[in-house]
């Protein structure tokens, strides 16, 4: 493969942890222009609590100690919303959180302790205070920004003006045009003047086939590129045709040969990650498959039903269902794909792992054994690591809680045993996969190469599993457990002349075998 088109080797060997800026820690370095939410208040649309770039840098001990070696942080850039998907300037980090100079720290920081930073790229849409816009609502046809976003021209011409914060009867009746038929964006054009994405309001889309904008949008990815981030996670990728994308990395590998290009795709799409635009997408397909094995009695299904992006798509599985799903997700792409998709539990779009389980935690400590040791970068959602709840937006987007009699550390301590086990064996990020057995509740597989192997086993039932598994260049050879906290050791019996061996394990738990030949 060239070089353009292979995904950075880098990401096969990253934890990464998702960050909500706003919601993790802020610092007293960075002052405030007036009150804010409590810290510890629940989580409002609106409201801003105060986390910053320098809370995350004074908290990298935390990070470092968690064995995290890589950031995804949400959107940072200006914006008049507390998530920042609004931008309204793509070449600034929000005052709030620190100004650039707050980024270069945390960028400096990080890479002195050799951790990456990914940022959230939101190219499809602006806010209603993005400057190119706003001369637009101001001077109409005579903008020469017009043709950056896409307005009804004929509604200028005769007079009239954008709509850019609707009554309650304009958005009444963009909601009855949608519900006719209307294609998407164009109820917003109707009654707006302008489309907006998903015809909201405050989300004015951009035209990316238009010249200057496209070249306002790449210059800012590789302005922070030069700045020093380590790669752009895109939000509502497919919102964007794929040509703008070949040129976006085109552009980015020129700037750093080793920028990470994950993509916001929920379904599993491989024609994008051909090696010309995306080196991977979000694994939603793999987190849907896990909740659907590891909670499969447990789960909330309330929660699960209000959450649209997971009604169809997770259901209650046992062992055999679950490795015929792994297969499927890992047989859609490319191995050198697979190695770098960005494995997560859950995001700031979705209910926490730990809520849709029905809180419980066993279920969250299969989930977090299971995506430390399958092919793809594992990714913590903030606080998912010490039991950290919350149904959907804005719950999920609780603030982290900085003292320490709120955390689970019985759950803390597991999950730094499963990272360091990554880091620790080479073949749990560079192996092959193969499902071993696939018994009632119970799963076994084997990630193998360069004469060792892991065998992962995980027990979703609720009794004792024995599986037994067919070892093949592994007969003969020494197999140890690994100690994994809070989970007992499972019971391995002396392998058999047909090659084969059982292996007992109790209810809700995993184990990790090593084995060479």
């Known amino acids: ?96 959180l620190g100004g650039d100079e707050a980024l270069r720290e945390l960028l400096d920081a990080c890479h002195a302790r050799g951790m990456r930073v990914v940022l959230d790229g939101v190219f499809n849409h602006a806010s209603r205070g993005f400057w190119p816009f706003h001369h637009v609502a101001e001077s109409g046809l005579a903008s020469p920004y017009l043709d950056w976003i896409f307005v009804d021209r004929q509604r200028l011409a005769d007079g009239g003006s954008l709509v850019l914060y609707p009554s309650a009867a304009e958005r009444r009746e963009i909601d009855r045009l949608k519900e006719g038929g209307m294609p998407a964006g164009q109820a917003s054009v109707q009654v707006l003047g302008y489309e907006a994405w998903w015809d909201l309001p405050a989300l004015p889309k951009l035209n990316t086939d238009n010249p200057q904008m496209r070249e306002h949008l790449l210059g800012a990815a590789e302005h922070w590129l030069r700045f020093g981030i380590d790669g752009w996670r895109l939000d509502v990728a497919e919102e964007i045709d794929a040509g703008f994308w070949r040129e976006f990395r085109q552009r980015v590998r020129a700037v750093n040969p080793d920028a990470y290009i994950v993509a916001e795709i929920w379904r599993a799409k491989p024609q994008w990650c051909t090696g010309d635009t995306f080196d991977a997408l979000m694994n939603y397909p793999l987190t849907e498959a896990i909740i659907s094995f590891v909670a499969a009695r447990e789960m909330d299904r309330e929660v699960v039903a209000t959450q649209h992006e997971y009604r169809e798509f997770v259901s209650p599985t046992d062992g055999r269902g679950f490795a015929e799903r792994l297969e499927k997700v890992l047989g859609t792409f490319r191995p050198e794909t697979n190695e770098v998709q960005l494995n997560l539990l859950g995001s700031h779009d979705t209910a926490r792992f730990l809520t849709v389980a029905g809180g419980d935690v066993a279920s969250l400590r299969l989930a977090l054994l299971a995506i430390m040791t399958l092919p793809g970068a594992p990714c913590i959602y903030y606080g998912d690591e010490i039991g950290m709840s919350g149904r959907h937006d804005p719950d999920c987007r609780r603030t982290f809680p900085w003292d320490e009699s709120n955390w689970d550390h019985d759950l803390l301590g597991f999950v730094k045993g499963v990272v360091a086990l990554r880091h620790q064996q080479p073949v749990l990020r560079h192996g ?3 499902t071993l057995a ?54 391995v019996e002396l392998f058999r002349a047909d090659g084969r061996a059982a292996i007992s394990l109790a209810g809700r738990a995993g184990a990790v075998l090593l084995a060479h030949h």
Not at 453 to 465: H, K, T, W
């Open 1 to 96: 493969m060239t070089e353009l088109s292979a995904p950075p080797a880098w990401v096969r060997d990253a934890v990464f942890y998702q960050i909500f800026p706003d919601r993790f820690a802020g610092s007293e370095r960075v002052a405030k222009p007036g009150p804010l939410e409590p810290w510890y208040a629940p989580p409002t649309h609106h409201g801003y609590k105060g986390g910053d770039l320098l809370g995350i840098v004074e908290r990298l001990d935390y990070l470092a100690e968690l064995g995290i070696t890589a950031l995804y942080l949400n959107p940072i850039f200006a914006s008049a919303s507390n998530h920042r998907y609004h931008t309204f300037d793509f070449y600034r980090v929000d005052p709030l």
């Open 432 to 434: 092959g996969y193969r």
């Open 438 to 491: 696939a018994e009632g509740d119970a799963v076994a597989y084997a990630r193998d190469g360069d004469g060792s192997a892991a065998i992962v086993l995980l027990n979703a039932g609720r009794g004792e599993s024995t599986i037994s598994i067919e070892l093949g260049p592994l007969a003969g050879g020494s197999v140890e457990p690994v100690p994994l906290p809070g989970h007992p050791a499972p019971h």
